[in-house]
């Protein structure tokens, strides 16, 4: 729903063999100047370790790159969640950065995050009318951000 009301995009993931609804994942926090969006995902416990959210990752990410203008994917991990990076390294994901204290966590914690980032290859001529953000990806982008300012103030 969120997709067709022009928020991000958020899919389901499920067995090929079954059918059956084995988790999620998104595209969403798009930040048009950039050309930038965020990927993130979760499966449930009985479908992990078979390489789904690796495939969905390269799928999405491969159709975002095709479809869209946007040049730069990220992705933020929990520094020990180590079946998260290699599901991104898989994907062709680089490391970007470690942002100290940038999640809260339990307690009044902070936890740092560690983000990773894939470029659109070969990148847009500079100019061309696919390096810039356009119509589309600005409107998904103020609806996104509204979406985001709600979740914020509940
Ligand atoms: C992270 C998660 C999405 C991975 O999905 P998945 O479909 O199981 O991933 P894959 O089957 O593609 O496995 C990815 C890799 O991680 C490895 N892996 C899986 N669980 C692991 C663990 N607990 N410790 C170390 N490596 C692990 C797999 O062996 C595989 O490695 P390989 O590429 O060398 O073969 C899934 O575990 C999950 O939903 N976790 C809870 C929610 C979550 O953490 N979401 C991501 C937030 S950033």
């Known amino acids: 729903m969120r997709w067709l009301a022009g928020e991000r995009v958020e899919l389901s993931i499920r067995d090929a063999r079954t059918d059956a609804f084995a988790g999620h994942i998104q595209l969403g926090s798009i930040i048009p100047p950039l050309n930038q969006a965020m990927t993130g995902y979760s499966l449930l416990p009985r479908f992990r370790g078979r390489g789904f959210v690796t495939r969905a990752t390269v799928l999405l990410v491969d159709w975002a790159f095709e479809h869209t203008p946007l040049c730069r994917i990220i992705a933020g991990t929990d520094t020990g969640n180590v079946a998260s990076h290699r599901v991104l390294e898989r ?25 990773w980032y894939r470029l659109r290859t070969p990148l847009p001529a500079p100019g061309s009318a696919d390096a810039e953000p356009g119509p589309e990806l600005r409107e998904l982008a103020r609806r996104s951000s509204r979406y985001y300012q709600g979740m914020i103030s509940g």
């Open 91 to 115: 994907a062709g994901f680089a490391r970007d950065a470690l942002l100290y204290g940038l999640l809260p966590g339990p307690g009044g914690t902070r936890l740092d995050d560690l983000q």
